[in-house]
């Protein structure tokens, strides 16, 4: 059983940080990769920032220059530093992690983290 729990959600006025954290927790033999996406309502779910375990990072282009992500491998955590944010950030935040299951890949999902800006 493979468990990820969020933290760090909030609201927060445009222009503001907030730091997300997700901790994977359970059966884990080998992670593949973990990240985060994003769902604002009425649109569809959207990666914001992956990091892979061979170093390789990517980000949404809207992202880009004022999200960092990081990975603290010995404690399986991954976090989504946001700085700069603007109402368009306004959404759902979902930790993923993809874990490597026998020779397949395995997408695992957080319950969601509200992130609201707004003034």
């Known amino acids: 059983q493979v468990q990820l729990v969020e933290s760090g959600g909030g609201l927060v006025q445009p222009g503001g940080s907030l730091r997300l954290s997700c901790a994977v927790s359970?059966?884990?033999?080998?992670?593949?990769?973990m990240g985060w996406y994003r769902q604002a309502p009425g649109k569809e779910r959207e990666l914001v920032a992956r990091s892979t375990s061979s170093g390789r990072t990517d980000f949404a282009d809207s992202v880009k220059g004022r999200f960092t992500i990081s990975r603290d491998n010995a404690k399986n955590t991954v976090y989504l530093q946001m700085n700069s944010l603007k109402p368009e950030d306004t959404a759902v935040y979902y930790c993923n992690a993809v874990l490597v299951v026998t020779t397949t890949l395995v997408y695992y999902w957080g319950q969601g983290t509200q992130v609201t800006v707004s003034s």
């Open positions: 359970g059966s884990i033999f080998s992670v593949y990769a």
